[in-house]
């Protein structure tokens, strides 16, 4: 019985070693923390630069039109390193068509050249931001209501507004790209309000300035050191 007994007995660690292994994990979990932190500070320092911009390109934009043009062109909303800007139907299109109004023209040709005036070097990160979509919107009555050709419409819209932008601004063409969503992801859902209201604010423009934190972050750096 107290051969047994002795066999099961386990001797305690070196106190020595077991101090080093606690030393070891205290380290790790100490390292790790750091690292945790400094990634979150510097995911914050991206984002409130990126809102930063954000914000200066907003009040620029309030500020390019003329007072007969000055709610032709909104934002929409920002989503994270998305700033949404549209054109509303009462000022982009007319119903089945591609051809964007004048007053539409107008303002994303004012819109383009305000973007156009801090763009910096395409090839470098000494701009404010990424990249700009240009997504076109139709209603679903247009077209007779056939989907494909909805689409479509949709997709002539966005690349009738690019080609505004690249003939009538310098904003460079590898910033710019064109998206069409048909009848999905409509300004105005039938019941939101009255059926011709839903349907001249669903031929809408939207132009979508995509952000990056480190581009933001450089980007303010450069400017603020001038």
């Known amino acids: 019985m107290k051969a047994r007994f002795q066999d099961v007995i386990e001797f305690p660690a070196n106190p020595f070693v077991a101090l080093a292994d606690f030393v070891v994990v205290l380290l790790v979990i100490l390292v790790l923390a750091i690292v945790e932190q400094n990634i979150t500070n510097s995911s914050l320092v991206a984002r409130a630069s990126v809102a930063s911009l954000q914000k200066e390109i907003n009040a620029t934009v309030r500020k390019i039109a003329p007072p007969d043009l000055a709610s032709g062109i909104v934002e929409?909303?920002?989503d994270g390193d998305l700033q949404r800007f549209r054109i509303d139907g009462a000022n982009a299109f007319d119903p089945d068509s591609a051809i964007l109004k004048p007053r539409g023209r107008a303002l994303l040709i004012r819109f383009g050249q305000m973007l156009?005036?801090?763009?910096?070097?395409?090839?470098?990160?000494d701009r404010p931001f990424k990249r700009i979509i240009v997504e076109g919107h139709a209603d679903m009555a247009e077209m007779g209501g056939q989907e494909d050709a909805v689409w479509?419409?949709?997709?002539?819209?966005?690349?009738?507004?690019?080609s505004v932008l690249r003939h009538e601004t310098s904003?460079?063409?590898?910033?710019?790209?064109?998206?069409g969503h048909g009848q999905y992801d409509p300004?105005?859902?039938r019941g939101d309000a009255a059926l011709e209201t839903a349907k001249r604010s669903n031929r809408s423009l939207e132009i979508i300035i995509v952000y990056s934190g480190d581009i933001a972050i450089r980007y303010l750096q450069a400017h603020r050191n001038k």
């Open 116 to 125: 156009a005036e801090c763009q910096g070097n395409p090839y470098r990160d």
């Open 187 to 189: 300004v105005m859902n």
């Open 152 to 162: 479509r419409l949709s997709s002539e819209r966005a690349l009738a507004a690019i």
């Open 171 to 179: 904003l460079h063409p590898t910033l710019m790209e064109a998206s």
């Open 76 to 78: 929409r909303k920002v």
